[in-house]
């Protein structure tokens, strides 16, 4: 079992950059492939990156591809999430998620953190 713990939430202008982490107990967070996911206000909650456990591939969603970069390092069971060029639409609650290696392809994954905020202002 792992449990998630994100930061680096806030309140940025369009056009600005974040960076969210995610620190992991256990030891066996290298064996984990990571997501992030984010839930807009009022909407369900979508996908936005995925990273498998040693960082060797990685996936997003169009709507952020090109403007974040997930990234983990295993040696600090913490994962990353690089957020540049932001939007008013990127506002939501994010996540970061835990799960066996067919996660990374199936979306389905078993442990998440509470989220943090982050806000977009135009």
């Known amino acids: 079992q792992v449990q998630l713990v994100e930061s680096g939430g806030g309140l940025v202008q369009a056009g600005g950059s974040l960076r969210l982490s995610c620190a992991a107990s256990?030891?066996?967070?290298?064996?984990?492939?990571m997501g992030w996911f984010r839930q807009p206000p009022g909407k369900e909650r979508e996908f936005v990156a995925g990273?498998?456990?040693?960082?060797?591939?990685?996936n997003y969603a169009r709507s952020v591809k090109g403007r974040f970069t997930i990234s983990r390092d295993n040696a600090k069971n913490t994962l990353y999430l690089q957020m540049s060029s932001l939007k008013p639409e990127d506002t939501a609650v994010y996540y970061c998620?835990?799960?066996?290696?067919?996660?990374?392809?199936?979306?389905?994954?078993?442990?998440w953190g509470q989220g943090t905020q982050v806000t977009v202002s135009s």
């Open positions: 998620a835990a799960g066996g290696g067919r996660a990374y392809y199936t979306g389905d994954y078993d442990y």
């Open positions: 256990g030891r066996t967070f290298s064996s984990y492939a």
């Open positions: 990273i498998t456990w040693s960082g060797g591939a990685t």
